[in-house]
């Protein structure tokens, strides 16, 4: 996640070369491509820490530091 990064909500992902942005109220993919099964473990992963990274977009909107996940 960064800050001032640009709508909507999400998080960065990376993988070797590769790099995925995920929506964090859907847990979808919205750019990039990872491998199948390292997709499914980063969204399984998004869906039981959205709360938390909810927080932390807004945090990051407002330059505050984030919380470790």
Known sequence: ??????LPP??????GDMEILVEIESQTVIRGTFPKQK???VLQ??????DVLSQNWTLA???QPLIKI
């Open 1 to 6: 996640m960064y800050y001032n990064d640009h």
């Open 10 to 15: 999400h998080f960065h992902a990376k993988f």
């Open 39 to 41: 997709t499914k473990l």
């Open 45 to 50: 992963w998004a869906k039981q820490y959205q």
């Open 61 to 63: 909107r407002l330059h």
